[in-house]
């Protein structure tokens, strides 16, 4: 192992580990962290490190911002802001098998695109979210358009749609710029990205599993609710939001990947 190798180890470990101090991620958040930096290191070495990083610091960033405004949604909402290891692996879970990918059959697809898509994805759809929820208007199912609480998902506003738009922007650009890429694979990164945000809505609204506390009567994602196991009304009993998460980068990442067969 040379000394940037070791160097890179180490620093990828403590920025890892940072993330329990700072409560971005709980510990084994961190594992998964560590985890899924090294393999994006190993296939892409430091420029998809910084991809990775852009994305972690401005999702972090986001879900911090007006956190006071957001309090209301914890009653909904499975999961707080502090990732564990399944959100970890969720979001990130297929940029690190694209890297693999590329480390191990490097010829065989455009991993750096695909990677930048599932980044891009998970961006726009964190952005949305976080972003979204400081909407000033409630948001709408997306096929009936019936106004929602806060924080329901498969519901979108405009404020929300565009969030998600400037998040895959953002991650495209960068990737252009660090890989010097053709500007149609930008262009892809970018719709890609943006349509695994609106694929995440469509799955939110249709397959994941939603609850009815059986005290407050409140439509939430948690089992249990008021301390009592609230009652199933809609969706999967296993898609949670992890999943949903993870379904949403996967498809975003194979339809570009279609795309970039036509294209190509």
Request: positive net charge; contains cysteine; hydrophobic residues 45%.
């Given at each position: 192992m040379t000394a940037v190798n070791i160097i890179s180890?180490?620093?990828?470990?403590?920025l890892?580990?940072?993330?329990?101090?700072l409560k971005l991620l709980t510990f084994t958040g961190s594992l998964a962290a560590f985890a899924i930096g090294l393999s994006i290191y190993i296939g892409f070495g430091w420029n998809g490190l910084i991809v990775?990083?852009?994305f972690f610091?401005?999702?972090?960033?986001?879900?911090?911002?007006?956190?006071?405004?957001?309090?209301s949604l914890e009653k909904i909402v499975e999961k707080g802001d502090q990732r564990d290891s399944f959100q970890v692996l969720a979001n990130g879970g297929i940029p690190a098998i694209m890297a693999i990918c590329s480390f191990i059959y490097y010829d065989v697809a455009p991993w750096e695109s695909l990677f930048a898509v599932a980044i891009?994805?998970?961006?726009?759809?964190?952005?949305?979210?976080?972003?979204?929820?400081?909407?000033?208007?409630?948001?709408r199912l997306l096929?009936?358009?019936?106004?929602?609480?806060?924080?329901?998902?498969?519901?979108?506003?405009?404020?929300?749609?565009l969030a998600a738009f400037y998040g895959a922007s953002l991650i495209g650009i960068a990737f252009y710029m660090?890989?010097?890429?053709?500007?149609?694979?930008?262009?892809?990164?970018?719709?890609?990205?943006?349509?695994?945000?609106?694929?995440?809505?469509?799955?939110?609204?249709?397959?994941?599993?939603?609850?009815?506390?059986?005290v407050c009567r409140i439509k939430t994602e948690k089992k249990v609710h008021c301390n009592n196991r609230a009652q199933k009304i809609h969706g999967l009993s296993f898609m949670n939001n992890d999943g949903v998460n993870f379904l949403s980068i996967t498809l975003a990442t194979l339809l570009s990947y279609l795309f970039y067969i036509l294209i190509f």
């Open positions: 180890f180490l620093f990828i470990f403590f890892s580990i940072s993330g329990v101090f990775l990083g852009i610091a401005s999702s972090s960033l986001w879900s911090k911002y007006k956190k006071e405004k957001k309090q891009a994805s998970a961006n726009a759809d964190t952005w949305a979210s976080e972003i979204g929820t400081l909407s000033k208007r409630k948001p096929w009936s358009f019936k106004e929602v609480d806060i924080g329901t998902s498969g519901a979108v506003t405009m404020l929300g749609t660090l890989f010097t890429q053709d500007v149609i694979v930008l262009f892809t990164v970018i719709l890609f990205g943006f349509i695994g945000s609106l694929l995440d809505t469509v799955l939110g609204s249709t397959l994941q599993v939603k609850y009815r506390c059986k």
